[in-house]
């Protein structure tokens, strides 16, 4: 789905799932990649950015060169403000604050980043949007750019996000409601979404903001865990909390 068109730029909605992943020295990487996205009919179009397979959201490209040139500009000084929401395991704690954690790759899995004090700077801040039985819904807006920089840094507070096999894990097995037991034991997408991207154009000054609507995924798996919350309040004693809840 084509979120902005401009004269300079088009931004697209990228379902999760879609690889944007690129080899050097393949000079048609891009193109397929250009054509997953379902622009293949878009003549001179350029990648800015890229997200991992399994996240969602909003993708920005270029329509030629000196737009291409611009945009890469603005997102290598950090003018471009990134907006994701995820659904975290557990509830962060505090509730919102700054992740100070610089990143390096995993020397014994090269698919993952890790945590290093000699990796390189990696700043993440979020928010609780809301708390719910076992999960966190969060927004989170990083200042840098580092590969799985939000996964890691959430997984390094505790609170991996909802079906992310590589940095999280089957934790759905602590979930005490049956049903809602059963709706996280099924195959999960990555619970992560790229919601926002906003800048000043460097032309004309104006505030440009492009926004992304998150999947429906996002809302069934809120909504089972509110329904949970709701069946436990309903089997609890009245006048004290149910053992194990936690205040609000």
């Known amino acids: 789905m084509i979120l902005l068109e401009t004269e300079r730029?088009?931004?697209?909605?990228?379902?999760?799932?879609?690889s944007m992943a690129t080899r050097p020295g393949d000079p048609l990487a891009e193109e397929r990649v250009i054509a997953a996205l379902g622009l293949a009919d878009w003549p001179g179009l350029r990648l800015i950015h890229r997200l991992?397979?399994?996240?969602?959201?909003?993708?920005?490209?270029?329509?030629?060169?000196?737009?291409?040139r611009a945009a890469?500009?603005?997102?290598?000084?950090?003018?471009?403000?990134?907006?994701?929401?995820?659904?975290?395991?557990?509830?962060?704690?505090?509730?919102?604050?700054?992740?100070?954690?610089?990143?390096?790759?995993d020397r014994d899995d090269r698919r993952r980043m890790r945590v290093a004090p000699d990796g390189k700077a990696a700043i993440t801040t979020y928010a609780t949007?809301?708390?719910?039985?076992?999960?966190?819904?969060?927004?989170?807006?990083?200042?840098?750019?580092?590969?799985?920089?939000?996964?890691?840094?959430l997984a390094s507070l505790g609170h991996p996000i909802v079906g992310d096999d590589l940095y999280g894990g089957p934790r759905w097995r602590g979930v005490r409601d049956p049903v809602f037991r059963r709706h996280l034991s099924g195959p999960l997408a990555l619970m992560l979404?790229?919601?926002?991207?906003?800048?000043?154009?460097?032309?004309?000054?104006?505030?440009?903001?492009?926004?992304?609507?998150?999947?429906?995924?996002?809302?069934?798996?809120?909504?089972?865990?509110r329904r949970s919350r709701v069946r436990g309040l309903r089997g609890a004693p009245r006048g004290r909390s149910s053992p194990g809840a936690k205040t609000e």
């Open 52 to 68: 991992d397979v399994g996240t969602s959201g909003i993708v920005l490209l270029a329509r030629d060169a000196e737009a291409h």
């Open 129 to 153: 949007l809301e708390r719910l039985p076992s999960i966190a819904h969060v927004e989170l807006v990083p200042a840098t750019g580092r590969t799985h920089q939000i996964r890691v840094h």
């Open 9 to 18: 730029y088009i931004a697209v909605e990228k379902e999760p799932g879609v």
């Open 193 to 225: 979404h790229a919601a926002e991207l906003s800048w000043d154009d460097p032309v004309t000054g104006e505030p440009v903001v492009i926004r992304s609507a998150e999947p429906p995924r996002f809302g069934a798996l809120l909504d089972a865990a």
């Open 72 to 105: 890469s500009r603005m997102f290598q000084e950090r003018t471009v403000r990134k907006a994701y929401r995820a659904i975290a395991w557990g509830h962060p704690v505090p509730a919102r604050g700054t992740i100070d954690r610089p990143l390096a790759m």
